[in-house]
């Protein structure tokens, strides 16, 4: 694979593809080893591959995981999406904006940071 062919905002899309999908394995792809996603600012949520998938595995699962892209600003490497997310949290199904902010390193996801809004149950 070829990274300088391919874009920040490519890669990013692609993985707001398969988060759609429910495809773990193809979300996982655009991350890099030793990518660290974090709680806006620096609240670290899972460092490391294996973390990130460990914390994702049971959102996969969610019948009606969706994120509904709002808006997004490409600057060099950074890529922030503005979402809308559909869950199933603990408490019931239901949404929450949320502003993501990836930098993006040789054609992989190294750092995502999360800013997440009210949860809103349906």
């Known amino acids: 694979m070829q990274h ?13 593809d398969a988060y759609n999908a429910h495809d773990l394995a193809g979300w996982l792809a655009t991350y890099a ?3 660290v996603q974090y709680q806006f600012p620096d609240t670290v949520l899972a460092s490391g591959i ?21 808006h997004r600003t490409v600057c060099g490497n950074v890529v922030i ?12 199904p239901g949404r929450m904006a949320m502003v ?11 750092t995502a940071s999360f800013v997440f809004g009210d949860k809103v149950l349906d």
């Open 100 to 110: 993501a902010i990836y930098q993006v390193v040789e054609g992989r996801i190294k």
């Open 33 to 35: 080893q030793d990518a």
């Open 50 to 70: 294996d973390a990130i998938a460990d914390r994702a595995a049971s959102r996969f699962a969610e019948p009606n995981l969706h994120a509904a892209l709002k």
């Open 4 to 16: 300088d062919t391919i874009t920040p905002e490519m890669v990013v899309q692609r993985q707001l």
């Open 81 to 92: 999406d503005s979402e809308d997310v559909i869950r199933t949290f603990p408490e019931g």
